[in-house]
Structure formats: structure tokens, C-alpha cells
């Protein structure tokens, strides 16, 4: 049996959200305590940022439709030394591209339990203060600039 191939450093970061503003954060399984966005590695270079948001959204939430849209967001981060034997040796750093995707409140959540433990529902002001990582808790600081709020 041959070992799974690396991680590619090139990932997505979804903020899903509603109309309202409210943002999904789920806690990670490898890591209680740590809330965040839904986060994936790309499966192929080719493979499309939307393509790839679609999937990881899909694997790790459920979710499957919702309005997506390209925040044009890429932040470029050390990656943590507890997740770096996931990739090829001497690669530190990874590309993260930022999405949104906006699904409709009472959207079903149902959680892949290798990867996550809980979700919840917060108000996007709320949901940056909870996100473990500081690229996530800035991404959903930026969701009113991407969502203007309906009123």
C-alpha cells in the first residue's frame, strides 16, 4: 500500500454565511476548541478554486448549492508545525485563497466526525472573535464589504 501523496499548499478558506450575515464555524476534531471556516487543499494544481470550495464544503459540511463568490483574497501563511508532516519536506507555507458562500438560514449542517467535532451559527462579528486562526477571524471581518446587508 503506498502512502497518501502530500497535501498540495494551495487551499481555500470558505466563509459560509446567510443573508443576515451569520456565519458558520465548525471545531476542528485533530484540534477541540479550534473553530473556523471550512479550509481544504486543492485535490489537483488544475483543480479550480471553485471546484475545490465546492468539494471541501461539500466533504466537511453537508452543503451542497449556496450563491459562491470570489472574495479576489489570497493570504499566505506559515502552516502550523503540528500539520506540516502533511506536506513534502521543506514546505512551510502555504496559498490561501478566500471564497464566500451564501446559503439560506436553517441550511442543514451535517458534520464529516473524522474531521469535525461541532458547528455553530454566529453573528459574523462573533464568528471572527471565535476563528483560531487570524486569517480566518480577518476574512469574516470583510463580510459586510462582500455582503451588504438586506434591509
Known amino acids: 500500500m503506498h502512502p497518501p501523496p502530500f497535501k498540495i499548499p494551495e487551499s481555500v478558506l470558505v466563509v459560509i454565511h446567510t443573508p443576515a450575515r451569520e456565519v458558520l464555524l465548525i471545531e476542528r476534531a485533530d484540534a477541540p476548541g479550534y473553530w473556523q471556516s471550512v479550509t481544504g487543499a486543492k485535490d489537483r494544481l488544475d483543480e479550480s478554486w471553485e471546484s475545490t470550495a465546492r468539494r471541501e464544503v461539500a466533504e466537511e459540511t453537508g452543503i451542497e448549492g449556496g450563491e459562491l ?33 451564501c446559503v439560506p438560514a436553517g441550511t442543514p449542517v451535517r458534520l464529516n466526525p473524522r474531521e469535525h467535532l461541532r458547528w455553530q451559527w454566529l453573528p459574523w462579528d462573533q464568528a471572527a472573535d471565535a476563528c483560531f486562526s487570524p486569517s480566518n477571524a480577518e476574512a469574516v471581518l470583510m463580510l459586510p464589504r462582500f455582503m451588504p446587508r438586506f434591509s
Open 69 to 101: 463568490t470570489d472574495w479576489g483574497l489570497e493570504n499566505v501563511y506559515e502552516i502550523y508545525p503540528r500539520w506540516r508532516h502533511r506536506y513534502a519536506p521543506g514546505v512551510t507555507h502555504n496559498r490561501e485563497h478566500v471564497l464566500g458562500l
